[in-house]
């Protein structure tokens, strides 16, 4: 069974950092491209960024890139997303996917909320 | 600007059919080769129900079938049942040398 669990969201200031995690399980983590997908409070899914399958080769959207970092360990089958510079409208669920052409398998996801 | 735009809300009564249409507003938005739906209930992950326009996962229900015409990509559920009550996403590439992925804005499904 493929599995996807997510960690590390928090209740982080504006300008802050944090680091998520996933973990993932039921498959060979090594193979598949990567996905971080968030979702603000009531509102549609948001692309964030993808990774390939050695972590060379990272992808962002325009809302997040060069504060936000996509990297993975594939010995330790983790997917991470470090967040820098937090802004208020990042507040949201974050998703890892797994890809197959597109996310086919998400994890349960892990809020971040940025507040003073 | 490349965007996938969807209905905000579409609705019916249970064993009735409804679509939910997903139309690209740019060319640029891969070519729509590539369109999977998810189906999302409240506070629960997305969960794929469509890939590469017309393909069920296994374990999705047959009711749950996807096609596209053009710039459009439709969602058709047959057969409504109230567990099927849920936003609705559709999700593509936006071509270019980063491949940016791409989600609709999402439709809520009532059913009455």
């Known amino acids: 069974e493929v599995l996807l669990v997510e960690s590390g969201g928090a209740l982080v200031q504006p300008g802050g950092s944090v680091r998520l995690s996933c973990a993932a399980s039921g498959f060979t983590f090594s193979s598949y491209w990567m996905h971080w997908v968030r979702q603000s409070p009531g509102k549609g899914l948001v692309w964030v960024s993808r990774?390939?399958?050695?972590?060379?080769?990272?992808t962002y959207a325009d809302s997040v890139k060069g504060r936000f970092t996509i990297s993975r360990d594939n010995a330790k089958n983790t997917l991470y997303l470090q967040m820098t510079s937090l802004r208020a409208e990042d507040t949201a669920v974050y998703y890892c996917?797994?890809?197959?052409?597109?996310?086919?398998?998400w994890g349960q996801g892990t809020l971040v909320a940025v507040s003073s | 600007q490349s965007a996938l735009t969807q209905p905000a809300s579409v609705s019916g009564s249970p064993g009735q059919s409804i679509t939910i249409s997903c139309t690209a507003t740019s060319s640029g938005v891969g070519g729509f080769t590539y369109v999977s739906w998810y189906q999302q209930h409240p506070g629960k992950a997305p969960k794929l129900i469509i890939f590469d326009v017309t393909n069920r996962p296994s374990g999705v229900s047959y009711r749950f079938s996807g096609s596209k015409s053009g710039n459009t990509a439709s969602l058709t559920i047959s057969g409504l049942q109230a567990e099927d009550e849920a936003d609705y996403y559709c999700c593509s590439y936006i071509s270019g040398s980063n491949l940016h992925v791409l989600f609709g804005g999402g439709t809520k499904l009532t059913v009455l």
């Open positions: 996917a797994r890809d197959q052409g597109l996310p086919d398998y």
């Open positions: 990774i390939n399958r050695d972590g060379r080769g990272t």
